[in-house]
């Protein structure tokens, strides 16, 4: 996994008549293999961010690079190929299938991706076993409290085996205590799989997790902080 490196990245919306600047020249390189909080106050573009780091929204200027390819310029067919491929995704919501079990939801990105059955059981029965599901995989997500929900969004996330999961406000639903202890599984998982997490968050315990933070306000990126470096950006 490379970094994931936007440059000079903008983006509008256009409201009837009005337009939004959502994000303006974004300069940002997201180092791999860490757990980074994107963090700023509400319509400050956090979840605009994810989307363009995620290949769900494109920008309206700039370059957005992911693992050296740079999805800006690849077709929709491709960018959807690319997230089933290499991204992982957790919402505030969980964004589970309500008809599907535990391990239905699991086993459902690798179902898209085509990886063979017997595969796809190992690789769900161990991902629920490691969020601590083991004993739950038959129960629909209205049979389980909202952190075991995002237990399961988390194994959803890390099914096919992605380089990069990105979590919008991930603990936003949870109180506090279920809150603490997704985050520590989410940095566990992040560990054990080798894989570069990025978050929006105002949860402060999700700071005190994160190796490195970016700060947006009204769409600009304010400071950098990374954990570990002698030295903090600021802009
Ligand atoms: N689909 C849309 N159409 C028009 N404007 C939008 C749209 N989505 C977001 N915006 C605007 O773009 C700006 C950034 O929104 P974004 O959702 O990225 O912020 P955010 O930091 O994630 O906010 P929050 O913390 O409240 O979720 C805001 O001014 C918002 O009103």
């Given at each position: 996994?490379?970094?994931?490196?936007?440059?000079?990245?903008?983006?509008?919306?256009?409201?009837?008549?009005?337009?939004?600047?959502?994000?303006?020249?974004i300069n940002l390189?997201?180092?791999?293999?860490?757990?980074?909080?994107?963090?700023?106050?509400?319509?400050?573009g956090k979840?605009?961010?994810?989307n363009?780091?995620?290949?769900?929204?494109?920008?309206?200027?700039?370059?957005?690079i992911v693992?050296?390819?740079?999805?800006h310029?690849?077709?929709?067919?491709?960018?959807?190929?690319f997230r089933a491929?290499?991204?992982?995704?957790?919402?505030?919501?969980?964004?589970?299938?309500?008809v599907?079990?535990?391990?239905e939801?699991?086993?459902?990105?690798?179902l898209?991706?085509?990886?063979?059955?017997?595969?796809?059981?190992?690789?769900?029965?161990?991902?629920?076993?490691?969020?601590?599901?083991?004993?739950?995989?038959?129960n629909?997500?209205?049979?389980?409290?909202?952190?075991?929900?995002?237990?399961?969004?988390?194994?959803?996330?890390?099914?096919p085996?992605p380089?990069?999961?990105?979590?919008?406000?991930?603990?936003?639903?949870?109180?506090?205590?279920?809150?603490?202890?997704?985050?520590?599984?989410?940095?566990?998982?992040?560990?054990?799989h080798?894989?570069s997490?990025?978050?929006?968050?105002?949860?402060?315990?999700?700071h005190?997790?994160a190796?490195?933070?970016?700060?947006?306000?009204d769409?600009?990126?304010?400071?950098?902080q990374?954990?570990?470096?002698?030295?903090?950006?600021?802009?």
């Amino acid at each position: 996994m490379h970094s994931i490196i936007l440059k000079h990245v903008g983006k509008v919306y256009h409201l009837d008549s009005v337009e939004v600047p959502a994000l303006v020249d974004i300069n940002l390189e997201i180092l791999p293999r860490r757990f980074t909080v994107i963090s700023g106050p509400s319509g400050s573009g956090k979840t605009t961010l994810l989307n363009l780091m995620g290949c769900i929204d494109r920008p309206d200027q700039g370059e957005v690079i992911v693992d050296n390819q740079p999805v800006h310029l690849l077709s929709d067919d491709a960018l959807s190929d690319f997230r089933a491929r290499h991204l992982g995704f957790i919402f505030q919501n969980f964004n589970l299938l309500p008809v599907l079990s535990a391990y239905e939801n699991v086993e459902y990105p690798l179902l898209l991706t085509g990886v063979p059955a017997k595969q796809r059981r190992e690789r769900v029965l161990g991902l629920l076993d490691a969020v601590g599901l083991a004993d739950k995989g038959n129960n629909r997500p209205g049979q389980l409290s909202g952190g075991q929900r995002q237990r399961v969004a988390i194994a959803r996330a890390l099914a096919p085996a992605p380089m990069l999961v990105l979590a919008d406000e991930p603990t936003a639903n949870l109180d506090s205590h279920t809150g603490a202890a997704i985050i520590a599984l989410m940095r566990k998982m992040q560990h054990d799989h080798d894989v570069s997490f990025v978050f929006s968050s105002h949860d402060p315990q999700v700071h005190a997790e994160a190796d490195d933070a970016v700060f947006l306000r009204d769409g600009r990126i304010t400071s950098i902080q990374r954990r570990d470096e002698p030295g903090t950006e600021k802009r």
